[in-house]
């Protein structure tokens, strides 16, 4: 049985260093607080699904995390760091792949783009920019350009833009919102393979119960107003998941469950069968 | 149980969703149909000109002809008289020289500009208003003083026209400023980029597709008001040669110089037309070129 715990030191992971920490994180645009008092731990190589409704707050969350946003109170560590602007090392994926690749550059150019300003070699930025795309899958569309792709493959290209500068943890926005189901599927097992091989740490913001189960080490449950972490998952399903084994095991189904009850009320209600009985 | 999921792949290896071939920049697909798309259009843009063309006779010989107005076939004639003389390309020439000095003087001065006010809030709001009282005086209205000033001269038409050009330059400049989407700075700031990286491959990029609006709407003003300074101020040039036709009543050679300028306007748009396809095909507007 899972247990939900609010726990700071709710982190898994066999190594245990913390990657990337909110301490006390709380952020408010003008009189509106937005989410507060923020405890939790990504462990080296965690994969992470921060799962909330819509509106909670976790795009802001996510921008504070990688320094896009200040945020009103507390901080971000990452690699034992206080976060000011985006750190090395950290890579992020936005949801709206189609406004975040250049349409004017090529699929290479796009995912070599961080390389350049880096100062990294021409040589170099090829093999790094195609290693990434192959592992990604798109080795054969490095002189197309993105508007000529279909929308999978647009986010897998901004997804390999991010591997390209090798970073140790990468945090994607909700980035398979805007694709169609089969698309989506092919994408989460396109990143859960990613993270396999390369080992990164990986958080990814979702609205969607399934995908957070489906993906996730552990599962950080982010509701209320002001969001806190109402709680922390830990999804101790087998490896590595497979869409329709994993979502069959009965294990799943309680999971979402749990998830699902935790997003509706933040506090879980104590007798929860006597609710749909009605 | 848990309820079937719905949308199940096949396996987690599955390749790339089909569709959306990488077919590049100038790829063609199917070069004869392609072709014979090509040869219907021109087809109509010819039966087009014919029709006017027709138009144009039946009416020099009814209501025009007491205005003066040539058949398009007298009108050749004349044209291929003064095509032959120098002094028909000096007029051309100089008109040119001055459309295209002042233009280039417009985009020095109204880029820069532009992008600058555009950058920065506080500036945009303190020189709106001179902006669009500017642009709203049309160039001739400030002839009289231009002319007093300098006199028959280039300097009078170049002052003309960049009064009157430099305008969209500086607005669409402005606007251009402004294109940088939220989600693409964003990119620019979490990859840590430096500024030249930006400047080069994001924020000049992403500013083009407004600055090639000024540019062209510029343009075609530059030539415009150009011939119309000649015609009124008496600078040489193509306005100059229409207003001494206009004087003596030669109707044939002022037709002429019409159809000269005409003709200019028409090459000068397809020449933008053409540098425009050049720097943004990768814009929406431009792809169906490339398909």
Redesign the interface.
Known sequence: MTTATANAEGVKGASGTPVIQAKGLGHAYGERQIFENLEFSVAQGEFVCIVGPSGVGKTTLLQSL?G?LQPSNGAVVFEGKTVK??P?GL??V?Q?YS??L????SVL?NVA??L???GVKKAERLRLSTEALTEV??K??T???P????G??QQ?VAIA?ALA?QPRAIVMDEPFASVD??????LE?LV??VRDHLGITVMLVTHDIDEAVYLADTVLVLSGRPATVTALIDVDLPV?R???AT????K??EL?TEVYRLIKAPVPPAEPATAPSA | MPESVTTSPAGAGTPAPAGAAPSRRRARSSRSSRQRELLASVGLKIAAIGAALLLWHWFALNRGRAAGVPTPARLVETAADMVATSSYWEAVGSTLVSAVIGFGLSVLIGVPLGLLIGTFKPMERSTTFVIDFGRTIPGVAILPVVLLLYGSTRTMVLILVMFSALWPILVQSMYAAQQLSPQVRQVAKSYRMDFRTRVRFIYVPSAMPFIMTGLRIAATISLLITISSEFLGGADGIGQRLFNSLSINDNDRMFVWVVTAALLGVLLNMLLGAAQRRVLWWHPSQRENNR
């Open positions: 990688t896009l602007s985006p090395e890579a992020i936005f709206d406004r975040s250049m349409p004017w550059l150019d783009l961080p350049r300003s880096a899958g798109l054969d569309f002189a197309a350009y508007w000529q792709l279909s999978g493959m897998r833009r500068s189901a089969q698309t989506r599927s092919d097992d859960l393979r590595p497979e869409q329709l979502k069959a095991l009965p799943f189904a979402r």
